[in-house]
């Protein structure tokens, strides 16, 4: 498949139409007349089709001219803005997942779960989507007209519908109550309830499945129909935990239409030094057999698509210590997030050093830096306390480098959704209740374990499939990736009944508010717009 490059370049011919970016309106109200408001970008598909880049690039980058230059954001870090790298502050920071060393204001906050309504962190996520969100109504109101005779057209705006509906799909599991807006406007958008954007999210998804592409037909970083199943399959997983009812039955039909539909788990290792687990989480993940597993995935390029979030922070920011750069195909280390011992512990050993630390695993999905680095962690801002995480690594299968000769910046894609969550998916609505077959779940659990160990060796019994065990295979299969902290609240284990070191900024864990469970929507959105009521307990 062709890959489209939602790169500086293509954001750089949609300019020359007057796309720029949100200022001050970042408050879920679309109603900046800089966004796409010449005709000129919508004379016809080609000239729609960079407009949609755009529109994909506000999941993956941060500004028009690349990083610490025009930012689309102003007033929060720029790279740290950025989504995916948001998403890990939010998702996996926050969780037994991973903690962080960095001191700056408010970062400290995310681990302890003890952030307050004026957190940059926090905040600048909610802009990043509320831009997003921005950024879709304006295509989908301007390429209208134009799609009333163009198929392909109708099927840019289904695409831009379905980022929109994943912006609501984060905003309603991180803020739960915010305005839904779909149409460009110049007032101050009323506050929808969780309930309405669970809706709007779930019929978004029905409507627009039959009029995007056929599974796999799409170029690559563009989503087809599989998508919108496999983010349906999500969405109704997680509908008891944040709308009362319970949708399991929903989530295994979702399920199966994602899994019948032509992705397949990576079960090639390129590299004969790897796994074919690890070919998922390198620089060559478009093109090396991983592809056939994503999903939905945001493209990066060391040359075409630069930003220092993405995969850039996922490989640079886990290197410290006495790590070699040079060894993921980078310029140097960041010394910032490590993972702590109650993920992995989660991983069965086979080989400890003389203290009766872990430091080999027979899950070769275990992919941790031991050397010079504790196993239990005494100081938080230290970067040697914590196994290091070496899951993302800017190598191509074959050990070269990703393709900026700097190693500045990563070319590794970024999976939103694979196919292994969607079995993973499968098995949990299965054991909730929600009908399906518990023999299909048991062969999905044991394809990803097959996968993980080279063998069967690793494979589970009918009675070792249960709940508990499959939160922790969520946490195997899916860490780093930003799934956690909803799993967490899903399984009611992330404010209280299991803690992590330093959790609620006690080193062996502590149990915290409920309020936890939702982020505050930002003090100066509300200082924006009087019609927004804030979270609970903030």
């Known amino acids: 498949m062709k890959k489209i490059k939602i790169s500086k370049y293509i954001i750089a011919a949609a300019l020359a139409f007057s796309i720029t970016s949100c200022h001050d309106d970042l408050d879920l109200m679309p109603n900046d007349p800089d966004i796409i408001t010449e005709n000129d970008v919508f004379a016809d598909a080609t000239q729609a089709k960079f407009a949609l880049a755009k529109v994909y690039a506000t999941l993956a980058l941060t500004g028009q001219k690349g990083p610490s230059d025009d930012p689309d954001i102003s007033g929060v870090d720029e790279g740290a803005s950025q989504f995916t790298r948001s998403l890990f502050t939010l998702n996996v920071i926050t969780t037994d997942e991973s903690l962080v060393g960095w001191g700056d204001a408010g970062l400290p906050n995310m681990h302890a779960l003890s952030w307050g309504s004026n957190n940059s962190f926090i905040e600048g996520m909610y802009y990043r989507l ?11 109101t301007n390429a209208t007209p134009l799609a009333e005779n163009n198929e392909e057209v109708s099927q840019f705006i289904a695409e831009a519908r379905f980022i929109r509906a994943y912006a609501y799909y984060n905003l309603m599991d991180l803020f739960a109550n915010v305005p839904l ?8 958008p009323t506050q929808s309830n969780r309930q309405e954007i669970f809706n709007f999210v779930e019929s978004e998804l029905i409507d627009i499945q039959n009029t995007l592409a ?11 129909k599989v998508a919108a199943y496999a983010l349906l399959s999500r969405l109704y997983l997680n509908a008891e935990s944040w709308i009362d009812v319970a949708k399991y039955s929903e989530s295994i039909t979702y399920s199966n239409l994602a899994i019948e539909s032509g992705y397949s788990l990576n ?7 790897g796994t074919a687990y690890d070919e998922l989480f390198l620089a ?6 991983a592809q056939n597993e994503g999903i ?23 290197i410290g210590g006495s790590m070699q750069p040079a060894d993921y195909g980078v310029n140097g280390g960041w010394g910032g997030p490590r993972t702590t011992s109650a993920l992995v512990e989660k991983f069965q050993s086979s080989q400890n050093d003389s203290n009766g630390n872990p430091i080999a695993w027979t899950d070769k999905r275990a992919m941790f830096y031991t050397d010079g680095q504790t196993y239990d962690i005494a100081e938080v801002s230290r970067f040697s306390d914590g196994y290091a995480v070496t899951k993302f690594k800017n190598k191509k299968s074959n050990g070269n480098n990703g393709n900026d000769s700097t190693g500045e910046f990563v070319d590794t894609d970024v999976p939103v959704i694979r196919l292994a969550e969607i079995y993973l998916n499968y098995a949990e609505a299965v054991l909730r209740g929600g009908g399906g077959d518990r023999a299909t779940a048991l062969n999905y659990i044991n394809a990803l374990r097959t996968r993980a160990y080279g063998n069967t060796s690793g494979n589970i019994t009918n009675a070792q499939l249960n709940l508990d065990f499959i939160l922790d295979e969520r946490a195997r299969e899916l860490y780093w990736e930003g799934t956690r902290r909803t799993d967490l609240i899903r399984f009611n284990k992330f404010t209280t009944g299991y803690n992590w070191p330093f959790k609620g900024g006690v080193a062996n864990g502590t149990s915290v508010s409920d309020i936890r469970k939702l982020f505050p929507i930002p003090i100066n959105i509300i200082a924006i717009n009087p019609n927004l009521t804030q979270n609970p307990g903030y």
């Open 130 to 140: 509320a831009q997003t969100v921005s950024f879709s109504n304006s295509f989908i």
């Open 214 to 224: 056929n599974p796999r037909s799409n170029e690559y970083g563009r989503v087809d």
């Open 296 to 318: 939905f995935v945001l493209n990066f390029d060391g040359n075409n698509s630069r930003t220092y979030g993405g995969s850039t922070y996922l490989v640079k920011a886990a």
């Open 284 to 289: 060559d993940n478009d093109t090396n057999g």
């Open 267 to 273: 079960t090639t290792d390129a590299n004969e030094n």
């Open 181 to 188: 807006v779909t149409e460009i406007n110049n007032t101050l």
